[in-house]
């Protein structure tokens, strides 16, 4: 039955790009008759979603076949793809309890996507590319976590790489939007590098690149330099894809593309790709504990840097962005500090609220397109300072929100408590006594480091809970700034658009009972712990040693990670109690938090300008003038040599001719007779 179902999978996916990718050339290239149009608008509608929910249906029966006895990974080879000497490459799947979670996340909460870009981008000219796009982004990323070897799981790495350039610059005839495209794709190209020499070093270590190949060799290889570097070229790799100090620069940019693109890349899947791949490589992260504690690090930097950022944006989405980015940095202390679990856990239940918190957003942003269409009014719908109020426009919204905002922030029971309290529990109980504790990180002991990453780990939740607290209020709270005129137009998103969110908040309310805590014993305890125990489990051992938390500790952790959640929404609601200016009354915000600490200025200043002076001197004044010089002087020798050959042997002396002609014969007959 696996080995049935699984291609279907990603088959599904990549039949809807073929199908929407002919009707959007189709329509490009034929005439606009609206019977056409229509006729053209309900294939895609009814093809574009309609191939995940599919393969959202395959992934059900899969995963309930895989309950029923499974318990061995499912490897699903369809034929070779490279060979060279001893080196071969399967076309090879494996479905296992982990690639099968991130198959019922991708195709789950992506049918919930197409289905509100239906409503979203309804009259948008470029809606069959748009599902053709997003169809292809989502076949990618199930190659990226089905595959079954590290060069498998490239080809789907640099799929989703390609499909979000297209989809990030989707209106790609405004300058800005185009060059976010570029900027995602080139930044990671960066982390790619990583990757790649990654997949070098596995092959000329373990003559292996297939997981179930390498793993094994490289475990008995743990704590050698080899291992450690590998586990450090994988992790340049993770932060490229999952916006990493210093990779992340490209993500707040994405925010360029349609809302809908924006939650499914930065809610539940690309960016998740780099936490994907480091729960896969366990083995390797685990014999390398110096690398371990680096991703702990970089982690929890990322999330206290970014949260930072999050608190003065006026952008709805940037907002959104950078709590893409902080949240991200949670998941990697997670798996960084080897709870694998805990990590994977964010992981999902972050793609509930985030996609929430975005698809939400969209339909906040749809009204406000809406109102200022109706009133011909030129002013930024996404922006914070034109809001207020809206919850007695878009009720189900409001409500909807101030659950994924909730659940962000951390307040029990909603799911994204359970997940984050998890991190950094995880993190407080390795502090001492485990493998982690026991390293060392440039001369600082790995118990130090630890403890420090639980403080910040701490700080950034209370930080979260304010700029999203914060958020919430100036979007749906207080007086409305849209305008006296525009507010009249303001109304609840379609039903196509308000049911995925209303499904994702139902989710982001039960998401924490996939892994309770036996301190919370109110239903099944741990059935995430156990899901992933054959994939992830005894590397998660392995780092966590001797690290256990007692009763009465654990407790006290739950407590400080509750108090700080309301903490940081009561101050939230003290600095923006008082009344918002719109944005046509506000100066504007040239702080330095507003500016995201001037990152893209710098980057610009000591990478870009300098490599265009040097591409503008190498390319126009030496490549581009020596190649034109060496045509047009090479062009006019050649064509004076043929002239004056042509005017000596075109003479008009018959004599010449016959000569000629007898020459060439006889070279003729001599190189037939000596070949």
């Known amino acids: 039955m696996i080995a049935t179902l699984l291609p279907f999978l990603i088959l599904l996916p990549l039949l809807g790009f073929v199908v929407n990718g002919a009707v959007a050339l189709r329509a490009a290239s034929a005439d606009a008759s ?388 998890e991190i950094l529990a995880s993190v407080f109980a390795r502090a001492h006594g485990s493998p982690l504790a026991q390293a060392s990180l440039f001369g600082v002991p790995g118990s130090s480091l630890l403890y420090g990453v639980y403080a910040i780990g701490v700080l950034t939740a209370l930080l979260t809970a304010v700029y999203m607290t914060r958020m919430l209020l100036l979007t749906f709270f207080g007086e409305n700034r849209t305008g006296e005129s525009e507010r009249h137009a303001l109304h609840e998103a379609p039903v196509i658009m308000t049911g995925p969110v209303l499904v994702l908040a139902a989710l982001t309310v039960a998401g924490g009972w996939l892994n309770l805590p036996a301190l919370i014993p109110i239903g099944p305890v741990g059935l995430l712990d156990k899901w992933l125990a054959p994939v992830t489990g005894a590397s998660g051992v392995v780092l966590a040693g001797a690290g256990h938390l007692d009763h009465a500790t654990e407790t006290m952790l739950v407590a400080v990670a509750t108090g700080v959640a309301l903490l940081g929404i009561v101050l939230a609601f003290v600095l923006y109690r008082s009344p918002l200016a719109d944005k046509a009354h506000s100066p504007e915000d040239t702080s330095l938090l507003a500016r995201a600490y001037g990152a893209d200025a710098l980057v610009d200043a000591i990478i870009v300008r300098p490599v265009q002076a040097l591409a503008s001197v190498v390319l126009d004044r030496g490549v581009d003038r020596g190649v034109d010089r060496g045509f047009s002087m090479g062009g006019s020798f050649l064509a004076r040599t043929a002239a004056l050959m042509g005017t000596r042997l075109q003479d008009g002396d018959i004599g010449k001719y016959a000569w000629m002609l007898a020459a060439g014969a006889l070279a003729l007959i001599a190189a037939l007779t000596l070949s």
Request: with cysteine; proline share 4%; hydrophobic share 55%.
């Open 34 to 421: 609206e019977g056409r149009t229509t006729a053209r608008h309900l294939l895609v509608t009814l093809v574009g979603p309609g191939v995940i929910i599919a393969a959202f249906a395959i992934a059900v029966a899969l995963f309930m076949r895989m309950r029923v006895g499974m318990t061995g990974p499912a490897i699903v080879s369809l034929g070779q793809w490279m060979v060279a000497g001893n080196f071969a490459v399967d076309w090879s799947f494996q479905l296992d309890q982990l690639s099968m979670l991130m198959v019922l996340v991708i195709t789950g909460v992506g049918s919930l996507i197409h289905l509100f870009s239906v409503g979203y981008m309804r009259d948008d000219q470029g809606y069959a590319r748009y599902f053709a796009y997003l169809n292809l982004f989502v076949a990618f990323m199930l190659v990226l976590v089905l595959g079954g070897s590290y060069p498998v799981m490239f080809v789907g790495w640099e799929g989703v790489g390609l499909a979000s350039y297209l989809l990030i610059g989707f209106w790609f005839s405004e300058k800005a939007n185009a060059d976010a495209g570029k900027k995602a794709f080139i930044v990671n190209r960066v982390g790619d590098f990583g990757f790649l020499v990654a997949m070098f070093l596995i092959w000329t270590t373990t003559q292996q690149l297939s997981y179930a190949g390498a793993h094994p060799a490289l475990a008995q290889l743990a704590g050698t330099p080899t291992v450690l570097a590998i586990a450090l070229f994988l992790f340049v790799g993770c932060a490229g894809k999952s916006a990493q100090l210093p990779l992340y620069i490209w993500l707040p940019d994405a925010m360029a593309g349609p809302t809908p693109v924006s939650a499914l890349i930065h809610a539940a899947t690309m960016v998740t790709a780099g936490v994907y791949l480091v729960a896969r490589a366990a083995p390797i992260f685990a014999g390398a504990p110096q690398a371990s504690l680096l991703i702990t690090i970089v982690g929890a930097l990322t999330a206290l840097y970014a949260a930072t950022i999050a608190l003065r944006q006026w952008d709805i989405k940037k907002v959104l962005a950078y709590s893409t980015v902080s949240q991200l940095g949670y998941m990697f202390v997670g798996v960084g500090a080897g709870a694998y679990t805990a990590g994977v856990f964010h992981l999902v239940t972050h793609a509930f609220f985030k996609a929430l918190l975005f698809l939400g957003a969209g339909s906040v942003i749809h009204a406000m397109h809406h109102a200022y269409h109706h009133t011909h009014r030129d002013d930024d719908p996404q922006d914070l300072r034109n809001m207020g109020g809206l919850s007695k426009y878009m009720p189900a919204t409001a409500t909807a929100m101030t659950l994924a905002t909730l659940a962000i922030a951390g307040v029990p029971p909603l799911a994204g408590f359970f997940s984050k309290d």
